[in-house]
C-alpha cells in the first residue's frame, strides 16, 4: 500500500486512520467471538447502555485522533546542558604536603 499513490501522500491523519481501521479488521473476528452474545444483547435492548457503548467508543476514537495530532505539531524538547558545578575553594595545602629543601 506504501508503494501506491495514496501511500506516497498519505499524511500522519490518514496513517493513523488506516492502522485504526486494520486494527478493527483485525480484532473484530476475536471481539465477536469472545463477547458477541454479550453485545448482540445489550444493542437489542437498546436504551441508554447502547448509546453509551457507542459514545464512549467514538469519543475515544477522537481523543487519540487529537492526541495525535497534536503530538505531531509539538517541538520534542531539546536537552539542556547541565549547568558546570561550581567551583569550589581550591584545597588547602598543608604543611606536610609541603617538602621543605
Same mark, same amino acid.
Given at each position: 500500500m506504501l508503494k501506491t499513490e495514496l501511500g506516497r501522500n498519505m499524511d500522519n491523519a490518514s496513517l493513523f486512520l488506516h492502522v485504526n481501521y486494520y486494527g478493527v479488521l483485525l480484532l473484530l473476528p476475536a471481539v465477536l467471538f469472545f463477547e458477541g452474545p454479550i453485545l448482540v444483547s445489550l444493542f437489542r435492548a437498546g436504551?441508554?447502555?447502547?448509546?453509551? +457503548?457507542?459514545?464512549?467508543?467514538?469519543?475515544?476514537?477522537?481523543?487519540?485522533?487529537?492526541? +495525535? $495530532?497534536? $503530538?505531531?505539531?509539538?517541538?520534542?524538547p531539546r536537552p539542556s546542558p547541565l549547568p558546570r558545578p561550581t567551583a569550589r575553594h581550591p584545597p588547602c595545602s598543608s604543611s606536610a604536603d609541603r617538602s621543605t629543601p
Open positions: 436504551g441508554k447502555p447502547a448509546r453509551l +457503548f457507542c459514545l464512549n467508543g467514538l469519543l475515544y476514537y477522537i481523543n487519540n485522533q487529537m492526541n +495525535f $495530532l497534536v $503530538l505531531e505539531k509539538a517541538r520534542p
